[in-house]
């Protein structure tokens, strides 16, 4: 939706459990219509996918993609991004670690890619100045990528889906754009882990190799294309939970002439407590939940320390208390991984990075670094029953109300 001129705001409908098209057709029918009717009814509103493997398969079917555009006509709604990130089951089911797989080492991932910039080419508003995007994994889960061979596979993976969307853009006059999305404890975490492979691989001589004996072009335009459908999904959540400031990333990108192409409008959980104060077991054990990983940076005057899930940072922290280890009074910070509604600022005991997700939003009105919102709490069914205060939709359309209204002032 356009509630805020100068940007489209959707939310992902990864909220809503479903792994087949059947049952994303029926969220698609269901939720979007009654989350407008709270904040703007009558008017055009934006629906942001998620597609697993199994429901792109289907929707590409001329039958189901035909009535999904014939919907979204009638309906006044309209696509201008694909959540392509999990691939498998993502809901009801241990997902942990095996949510970035396929990854792009693996020929699977660049092929389901494919398919979804088919579908989103078709589902496109015709405007020529709206460009879609597809969200994708950040290249791999940290740990098994064991060589440079595996940086350079997908490098080159990365790059011959950049191929393929450049032939979809002069087939159809419409741009799509692949959006890596840095994460906690994966191969692109930080926006320093982001620049160093854009320059060390994606726009190498080897790199861009790819595009010039992919389609016969030169070095120099090998590059143009390279950066215009090769970027970045920046997750304010994941940028907070890595304590990078959001200004500085909005810079170094720009610096480096890394588009952002999407920005998800998330938050995390942030813990501040002195060693020996409070208990981070009491507080934060609800949210150790078997489903997500939900990755834990630690910062203190003694650096920093990575945890690859929750409960192993709250193991650690329960032996430091058990056997006196570390020092006494030495003040840390903890932030989780875990996407909670944006309209808290507060939660039992601790707080949330929605200051930091302020910030972000700030600095887009300012910068206009991109123009493409997309609100994604998909925890919904995993967060502690304490914070379920209203149902699925409502909550929703208030997250929805809390980013416009942010844009707005």
Not at 8 to 13: I, N, W
């Amino acid at each position: 939706m356009q509630l805020v001129p100068g940007f489209h705001l959707t939310y992902c409908l990864n909220i809503h459990p479903g792994e087949t098209w059947p049952e994303v057709w029926e969220n698609i029918k269901s939720y979007p219509a009654a989350v407008r009717n709270q904040l703007c009814p009558g008017r055009p509103f934006a629906i942001g996918p998620r597609l697993s493997g199994q429901a792109a398969d289907s929707l590409a079917r001329p039958e189901n993609l035909e009535a999904l555009q014939e919907f979204l006509r009638t309906e006044g709604a309209y696509v201008f991004t694909i959540n392509g990130f999990p691939y498998g089951v993502f809901h009801r089911a241990r997902v942990k670690e095996n949510v970035y797989l396929p990854d792009w080492r693996d020929r699977v991932r660049m092929e389901y890619t494919n398919r979804l910039a088919r579908i989103l080419a078709r589902l496109l508003p015709g405007d020529p100045a709206m460009e879609g995007s597809i969200s994708t994994v950040p290249g791999a889960f940290r740990t098994e990528v064991r060589s440079t061979g595996d940086v350079r596979r997908m490098a080159e993976m990365m790059l011959r889906s950049v191929a393929y969307l450049h032939r979809l853009r002069e087939q159809t006059g419409k741009t799509i754009t692949l959006a890596l999305e840095p994460e906690p404890c994966c191969f692109l975490e930080t926006t320093d882990d982001v620049v160093a492979f854009f320059e060390g691989h994606i726009l190498s001589e080897e790199g861009l190799g790819t595009l010039v004996r992919e389609l016969g072009l030169t070095r120099g335009q090998a590059e143009r294309v390279a950066r215009r459908h090769l970027g970045i999904c920046c997750d304010a959540c994941h940028v907070a939970v890595e304590f990078e400031d959001p200004s500085e990333v909005l810079d170094r990108l720009e610096a480096a002439a890394i588009r952002i192409l999407k920005v998800q409008i998330s938050s995390a959980l942030r813990l501040r407590f002195r060693e020996g104060d409070g208990s981070p077991e009491r507080t934060l054990r609800p949210f150790a939940e078997e489903t997500y990983l939900h990755q834990v940076v630690e910062t203190s005057e003694r650096g920093v320390v990575r945890y690859q899930d929750l409960p192993q940072a709250l193991s650690r922290e329960a032996d430091f208390r058990t056997h006196g280890a570390g020092s006494p009074g030495i003040r840390k910070e903890w932030r989780v991984h875990f996407h909670v509604p944006v309209f808290l600022s507060r939660m039992s005991g601790f707080d949330t990075t929605q200051d930091d997700l302020a910030a972000l939003l700030l600095r887009l009105k300012s910068k206009s670094a991109c123009p493409y919102l997309e609100v994604e709490t998909y925890t919904w069914d995993v967060l502690p029953a304490r914070y379920k205060t209203l149902d699925t939709t409502d909550a929703i359309a208030r997250e929805l109300a809390w980013a416009r209204d942010r844009l707005l002032q």
